[in-house]
T-cell receptor, first 116, second 118 residues
């Protein structure tokens, strides 16, 4: 069965420092991986996705993620954090057994706190 | 990008009443919509997949008679929480897939509806 794990409930980083939010996955076959961000009382906003191609994926708001097949990871990164990046981040994988409906399986979420 | 709206954004109701939440795709036709439930500081749990013109597919453990889903048009899906109880209080989020966008992975999320059952 497909699954996604985000091992950190919360990540704290100072503004201007690089940030990493970790994600590991377990899928059968080739993974389709996603990162979403959620601000308080809001829906999810798409950040980036990996389907195929370059292992380093660039997305919205300066975020990027590196797909590592050997480590089954898809960590989200940003070179220089902003206070406005503080939010809840979700990693997700497409459920390949979903009969092509596009169903996503989400990790448990990681709260990113960027301090001034 | 594509926009998905939800209405209402929040609702408070008495125990035993029914509540309907609407999910609309504003600038595209969505053949498939998804309904999620999110508890505070927890992940999104998929409740059901809503397909236009057919019955919804419910995830294991989700009561279909409790959470009625109707996807009567290509731009509207509704979730009705019947005979709501305090344990149904949660944040409900819908998403919609634009079939014209290449790739099955493109989902657009609504802003969510917070339900509080007293």
């Amino acid at each position: 069965a497909q699954s996604v794990a985000q091992p950190e409930d919360q990540v704290n980083v100072a503004e201007g420092n690089p940030l990493t939010v970790k994600c590991t996955y377990s899928v059968s076959g080739n993974p389709y991986l996603f990162w979403y961000v959620q601000y308080p009382n809001r829906g999810l906003q798409f950040l980036l996705k990996y389907i195929t191609g370059d292992n380093l994926v660039k997305g919205s708001y300066g975020f990027e993620a590196e797909f590592n097949k050997s480590q089954t990871s898809f960590h989200l990164k940003k070179p220089s954090a902003l206070v406005s990046d503080s939010a809840l981040y979700f990693c997700a994988v497409r459920d390949v057994g979903s009969s092509n409906t596009g169903k996503l399986i989400f990790g448990q979420g990681t709260t990113l706190q960027v301090k001034p | 990008g594509a926009v998905v709206s939800q209405h209402p954004s929040w609702v408070i109701c008495k125990s035993g009443t029914s509540v309907k939440i609407e999910c609309r795709s504003l600038d595209f036709q969505a053949t498939t919509m998804f309904w999620y439930r999110q508890f505070p500081k927890q992940s999104l749990m998929l409740m059901a997949t809503s397909n236009e013109g057919s019955k919804a597919t419910y995830e294991q453990g989700v009561e279909k008679d409790k959470f009625l889903i109707n996807h009567a048009s290509l731009t509207l899906s509704t979730l009705t929480v019947t005979s709501a109880h305090p344990e149904d209080s949660s944040f409900y989020i819908c998403s919609a897939r634009d079939p014209t966008v290449r790739g099955l992975e493109t989902q657009y999320f609504g802003p969510g509806t917070r339900l509080l059952v007293l």
